[in-house]
């Protein structure tokens, strides 16, 4: 096979190469059952139009060896025979045949790469890969799939079957990717008890009683990240200690890093590196030291030993998460040292590992601490901002997307804009604490893609946040975006079937945050339910709309934390999924007789609109140039507020939630037009999901209208709520009936 030969084949002509659908069962059936436990590595059969295709596909040539090339063999030699009925032959030989697929780092495949290929390796970094197809004079295909190193393998291969199972063979050759973001990470806030905080998919993946036994699941969720970009895991819970409740700072211990170890190497296979959230007060937890003072020698002596311990078990292991001076977690504070002191204490001991320290921008002070009417917006960025360039290189800062806490439509965080001299990561929460449990659908790449999208005007206009994670002038590789994971050990991973979908498009933006939340909207629904037309654009359209419906009947034009019933999640914690809005009158909202929203101006209010740069302060400074759907997490309105439609603020809010539960109602008809396209098993699983929406939808739309009318005292135009008549009035979750 000499490079001469071949001919490098475009875009049009590999068109050709299109597979399509094999129907695996009869008219008029439903399709076979399924538990969802696939997930979107599904590998059902496909038929290669393309003889040359199809033969290239059958003969696979892998060089190199080592863990992820192991990885890579299993993926490709389990993934073609499904989708093409046949094993493919598979072999470690480069140099013999002309068709077929080769596969291997530049170095390992040497002179038959033919250099137009290797050459679209030059400006890839270690994770970028290139596919590419040749055809020689007889028109056998040889398809190239290469990389600078091991991980950029395994990437492409889970391209190479995914653009398969999406049908559209490998039509946009020469596929060159790399991924835009460093550090894409899932943030499992998982205890060592297999408890989960604010996690609706079951018990933790990780069963530390058993480990360090084996289970399959630690394969299948490795695949499944790698096949999405994820090239990190923190594998315990932020929280490690609260009051002694928890038991996760032991996560480190000698004892839990032999189970860890076992994790450890199923990810490295497939090139995710393990992390772990420690406890700032380690040293004395661990009943070493009396301190746990950052500045005090013997601490950082400590750390340095832990650090070392951890790698000499486990070489893959990339760092800490740390969660200091935040509800309850005791940090640097305790000895009057500041963020920067403790996190550079431990970027020390981690430095002699290579590894880094994530550093939690998550702090207010704790409930109760003070006067409840000071607004915890503006609190991270009075302590962090200041420290902006205080941070050693190994540390990153991790900063939730809004400034309190993951709530809808909360705006972005203004310390975004504030740090410049810093490496910073943003944080996600995949998982619906805030944003319907595993209950409500609702997609959230459409957010993201915003949030991405944000322009910080950190350097000036044109500044988007994806661009402003990475310091100022900086070329390191320490930031990047983490995210609050809602995988575990249920059936199918995420409890709610199609919440899944946010699993998948959270990888897919970390990897590139330009792509469109339709495109992958459409994806995901192709490869978890087939390529139906009619089921992917029906199952595409409903994730896509779904966002934007909840805010509808959730918290209106984005007030905060209005859901903070009692009750109790597995691990104890409230259940924000329902209802409660008396409850943070003053704290979180200042909702009264004359009006609602939280005054966050400069002019009147608590100044946080203050902490951006002058030209989002002009913004959202006033509220008509405030985005309406931000509109009451700035600003405090009289009910009588006229908005651009024209409606006064409190019929809007009336008139939202009517049209809420009615778009919901139609989204659940939407997925019965589907009824024997796909699966009983799963068709009826999400029906009941969205049957459960329905009737909580219906809660929200009336508990939020019965308080309002209880406040305001103003009655619905539409009389569809007036005095006298108000089931929810003042309910509390538990209190009363659950409406139908
Ligand atoms: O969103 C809040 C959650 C807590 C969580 C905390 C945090 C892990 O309600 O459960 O604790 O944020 O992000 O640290």
Redesign the pocket.
């Known amino acids: 096979m000499a490079g001469a030969e071949l001919r490098i084949l475009p875009a049009v002509a590999a068109l050709a190469l299109a597979a399509v659908a094999v129907t695996a069962f009869a008219d008029g059936d439903s399709p076979p059952n399924e538990n969802g436990y696939e997930a979107w590595l599904r590998y059902r059969p496909v038929e290669i139009a393309d003889p040359g295709l199809a033969a290239a596909l059958r003969s696979i040539h892998i060089a190199g060896r080592g863990p992820r090339i192991a990885a890579v063999r299993d993926e490709l030699s389990a993934g073609l025979a499904a989708l093409l009925g046949v094993p493919p032959a598979i072999g470690p030989d480069v140099s013999e045949s002309a068709a077929g697929v080769f596969v291997g780092t530049r170095t390992e495949l040497g002179r038959s790469l033919p250099d137009s290929v290797a050459s679209e390796l030059d400006d890839l970094g270690a994770e970028g890969y290139v596919i590419a197809a040749t055809a020689n004079d007889r028109n056998a295909v040889t398809i190239f799939l290469t990389a600078r190193s091991d991980v950029g393998l395994v990437y492409g291969t889970f391209r190479l079957l995914r653009e398969l199972q999406l049908r559209t063979g490998i039509a946009n050759l020469p596929v060159v990717e790399s991924p835009g973001l460093p550090l894409r990470m899932i943030n499992h806030?998982d205890n060592l008890d297999r408890s989960v905080?604010?996690v609706y998919g079951g018990f933790s993946i990780f069963d530390w009683p058993n480990l360090p036994e084996r289970q399959p699941r630690y394969r299948d969720y490795s695949r499944l990240m790698a096949s999405i970009g994820i090239n990190g895991i923190v594998v315990n819970?932020?929280?490690t200690y609260k009051g002694g409740r928890l038991h996760g700072w032991r996560v480190v211990s000698d004892e839990y890093l032999d189970k860890a170890a076992v994790l450890a190497q199923e990810f490295d296979r497939y090139g995710i590196e393990i992390y772990f959230s420690i406890n700032f007060m380690s040293p004395i937890l661990f009943g070493d030291l009396d301190t746990a003072d950052p500045r005090d020698p013997e601490v950082l002596a400590w750390w340095t030993h832990r650090a070392r311990r951890i790698k000499e078990k486990i070489p893959n292991f990339g760092g800490f998460l740390v969660?200091a001076d935040?509800?309850g977690e005791l940090g640097p504070h305790a000895y009057d040292r500041t963020h920067a002191d403790g996190a550079n204490m431990l970027a020390r001991a981690l430095s002699t590992v290579d590894g880094v320290v994530i550093w939690r921008a998550?702090v207010y002070r704790h409930p109760g601490e003070d006067d409840v009417s000071a607004d915890r917006a503006v609190q991270a960025y009075q302590q962090f901002a200041p420290q902006n360039g205080d941070f050693a290189d190994n540390v990153i800062l991790q900063i939730k997307h809004g400034p309190i806490?993951?709530q809808v439509n909360e705006p972005v965080s203004s310390l975004f804009s504030a740090m410049p001299d810093t490496n910073l990561m943003l944080e996600l929460q995949i998982t619906q604490?805030y944003t319907g449990k595993d209950i409500h659908l609702n997609f959230l790449a459409p957010f993201w893609h915003r949030v991405y999208a944000f322009d910080t005007h950190r350097d000036g206009a044109g500044s988007p946040l994806h661009d402003v994670l990475r310091p100022r002038g900086g070329s390191g590789t320490n930031w990047g975006v983490a995210g609050v994971g809602n995988f575990h050990d249920g059936l199918n991973w995420t409890g709610h079937l199609l919440a899944q979908s946010n699993t998948y498009a959270y990888g897919m933006l970390a990897w590139n945050p330009r792509r469109s939340p339709g495109v992958l909207a459409d994806e995901w629904a192709a490869l978890t339910f087939g390529g139906e037309p009619m089921v992917s654009a029906t199952v595409s359209d409903m994730l896509l709309q779904s966002y934007g419906i909840y805010g509808k009947y959730y918290f209106p034009y984005g007030l905060s934390l209005m859901g903070w019933a009692g009750g109790a999640a597995l691990d104890g914690?409230g259940d924000r999924s329902r209802p409660d809005p008396y409850r943070n009158i003053g704290r979180y909202h200042q909702t009264d007789a004359a009006g609602t929203g939280y005054d966050r101006t400069v002019a009147t209010g608590s100044g946080y609109v203050g902490q951006y740069p002058l030209p989002l302060q002009s913004l959202y400074e006033s509220p008509d140039s405030c985005p309406q759907e931000m509109l009451l997490w700035f600003h405090y309105l009289p009910y009588s507020h006229e908005l651009r439609s024209g409606k006064t603020l409190i019929q809007s809010i009336y008139d939202d939630r009517y049209e809420g539960v009615e778009r919901v109602k139609s989204l659940r008809d939407r997925w019965l037009s589907l009824e024997g396209m796909i699966d009983e098993e799963r068709f009826y699983h999400v029906l009941g999901k969205l049957n459960l929406q329905v009737s909580e939808s219906i809660l929200w739309r009336d508990v939020m209208n019965g308080f309002y009318l209880d406040l305001s005292g103003i009655e619905d135009a539409e009389g569809r709520v007036k005095a006298g008549d108000r089931p929810y009035r003042g309910l509390r979750y538990g209190d009363g009936p659950r409406p139908h």
């Open positions: 806030w905080e604010r819970n932020v929280n969660k935040s509800e998550f806490d993951f604490e914690n």
